[in-house]
């Protein structure tokens, strides 16, 4: 699979716009995963806005 983030970056919900990776799929889902974290793109706009990318977050996030 080939991660384009040109193409990618017009659909990034992230708001984190300091991110080096921000809108490269690819690269965002291993660093968090790396992390023991989930990408901002899972969460919804008021938990992506949390910069929390926690499991326990996440599952609180969805929960709501």
């Known amino acids: 699979m080939e991660c ?3 193409q990618s970056l017009k659909h990034c919900t992230c708001t984190y ?3 080096d990776i ?3 799929c690819c690269k965002c889902v291993a660093r968090h995963q790396g992390r023991g974290e989930i990408p901002g793109c899972f969460f919804t706009p008021e ?3 949390s910069y ?3 499991v326990a977050n ?4 969805q929960s709501r």
């Open 47 to 49: 938990g992506e806005r």
């Open 22 to 24: 921000r809108g490269n």
């Open 4 to 6: 384009i983030s040109s």
């Open 58 to 61: 996440f599952i609180k996030d």
């Open 17 to 19: 716009s300091a991110c």
């Open 52 to 54: 929390d990318r926690s």
